[in-house]
Nanobody, 124 residues
Framework: QVQLVESGGGLVQAGGSLRLSCAAS????????MGWFRQAPGKEREFVAC????????YYADSVKGRFTISRDNAKNTMYLQMSSLKPEDTAVYYC?????????????????WGQGTQVTVSS
């Protein structure tokens, strides 16, 4: 099973940017579909973005479309989430996830491996 570690979270003002990273170990990510999810206090975990094994196919939640960009570098065994024009409602713990299938999936149940999460806080 692949192990995932997120980094890059922090405190940022509204309108600012952050880049999250998800580093994998244990197995190469090149055959895995990957995704980002987030969970705000008192709310259920929600889908943010996903990417196919090759990086050619991506899909975003409507709430982040046009502001967030998901990407991956299989040579570095790392996935990224570039977040721009951040809003206070983006405040959450962000989790990366890996699916044993190579496609791209907005459903959490498609993912078998999860990171521990990284906190993103956007101040108004």
């Amino acid at each position: 099973q692949v192990q995932l570690v997120e980094s890059g979270g922090g405190l940022v003002q509204a309108g600012g940017s952050l880049r999250l990273s998800c580093a994998a170990s244990g197995r190469t990510l090149s055959s895995y579909g990957m995704g980002w999810f987030r969970q705000a206090p008192g709310k259920e975990r929600e889908f943010v973005a996903c990417i196919s094994w090759s990086g050619d196919l991506t899909y975003y939640a409507d709430s982040v479309k046009g502001r967030f960009t998901i990407s991956r570098d299989n040579a570095k065994n790392t996935m990224y989430l570039q977040m721009s024009s951040l809003k206070p409602e983006d405040t959450a713990v962000y989790y990366c996830a890996a699916s044993p299938s190579s496609g791209y999936y907005p459903q959490a149940k498609a993912y078998a491996s999860w990171g521990q999460g990284t906190q993103v806080t956007v101040s108004s």
